[in-house]
C-alpha cells in the first residue's frame, strides 16, 4: 500500500462489554482492537494509517436470522442512553471520516459508535 493509504478495521463494543452469548465473537472483536494498535505502530513509519471502529448495538439483517435470539429483537439496543439501535448509516461518518485526510494524525485509535455506551 502507497503512503497515504489509511487501513480500518471493524470491532464491536462487545470487546468491552461481552455478552455471555457471543463469547467467540467478542473474544474476536477484542483480538481486533489489538491488532489495530499493533499493526499501526508497524505501518505508520511508511505513512500509512490504521484505525477501527467499535460500533454498539447496530441493526442489521443479521439480527433477525439468528445474531439475537428471537426474545431479544423487541429490546436490541435499548440498553444504550440513546434507548434504541443504530442503523448502518449512522455508522459509516466514522469509517469515512478515518479514510480522509482531516484523520491524518490519528492511528492506532479505535474510535466508538456505540449511541452512548462507555468504552475504554
Do not use: C, H
Amino acid at each position: 500500500m502507497p503512503a497515504g493509504s489509511a487501513i480500518i478495521n471493524t470491532t464491536s463494543v462487545e470487546a468491552y462489554e461481552p455478552a455471555p452469548i457471543l463469547l467467540d465473537y467478542a473474544a474476536a472483536k477484542s483480538a481486533i482492537n489489538t491488532f489495530t494498535k499493533s499493526l499501526a505502530r508497524q505501518v505508520a513509519p511508511k505513512g500509512i494509517r490504521v484505525n477501527a471502529v467499535a460500533p454498539g448495538p447496530v441493526w442489521t439483517p443479521l439480527q433477525v436470522v439468528g445474531g439475537q435470539p428471537a426474545s431479544a429483537l423487541k429490546q436490541f439496543g435499548a440498553q444504550t442512553p440513546l434507548g434504541r439501535p443504530a442503523q448502518p448509516a449512522e455508522m459509516a461518518p466514522a469509517f469515512v471520516f478515518l479514510a480522509s485526510q482531516e484523520a491524518s494524525y490519528v492511528i492506532g485509535e479505535t474510535l466508538s459508535a456505540t449511541g452512548g455506551m462507555p468504552t475504554p
